[in-house]
């Protein structure tokens, strides 16, 4: 058998903290799914997604927007890791990494549709 191609598949690339982050996301999805709201400090220390709109892609849907107080990004246009969790009121969501606060959804002009937003709180419901 042959050695795969891919070097992302290499288990010598995996990022050290990337068991730690998935136990933490199952968390979130199980409070979640329990009809649970993360924790006040965990949405206050969150970055701000302004302009968002989402971004289906490969991976899974994304949300793309203009970031402010992230940790590890300086602000501006960013594209999320996939998307786990949606606040049915749109306020807030989980990505692979970590949860965004979720300001004023993009416009027309931004490339996004208000329609989108109306059909992703129905389906939230």
């Given at each position: 058998?042959?050695r795969?191609?891919y070097k992302f598949l290499?288990?010598?690339?995996?990022?050290g903290?990337?068991?730690t982050?998935?136990?933490?996301l199952a968390?979130?999805?199980?409070?979640?799914?329990?009809g649970?709201?993360?924790?006040g400090?965990?949405l206050d220390?969150?970055?701000?997604l302004e302009?968002?709109?989402?971004?289906?892609?490969?991976?899974?849907?994304?949300l793309?927007g203009?970031?402010?107080?992230h940790p590890?990004?300086?602000g501006g246009r960013i594209v999320?890791?996939p998307?786990w969790i949606?606040?049915p009121?749109?306020k807030w969501?989980r990505?692979t990494?970590?949860?965004?606060?979720l300001?004023?959804?993009?416009?027309p002009d931004?490339?996004g549709?208000?329609?989108?937003?109306?059909?992703?709180?129905?389906?939230?419901?």
């Amino acid at each position: 058998m042959q050695r795969p191609q891919y070097k992302f598949l290499d288990p010598r690339r995996l990022d050290g903290n990337l068991a730690t982050r998935l136990r933490q996301l199952a968390d979130d999805i199980e409070r979640a799914a329990e009809g649970g709201d993360p924790p006040g400090e965990v949405l206050d220390a969150a970055p701000l997604l302004e302009e968002w709109r989402y971004m289906p892609t490969l991976q899974g849907v994304r949300l793309a927007g203009k970031v402010s107080g992230h940790p590890s990004l300086l602000g501006g246009r960013i594209v999320t890791s996939p998307l786990w969790i949606m606040d049915p009121h749109l306020k807030w969501s989980r990505t692979t990494n970590r949860h965004y606060r979720l300001g004023t959804p993009a416009g027309p002009d931004e490339g996004g549709d208000d329609r989108d937003h109306d059909e992703l709180k129905e389906m939230l419901r």
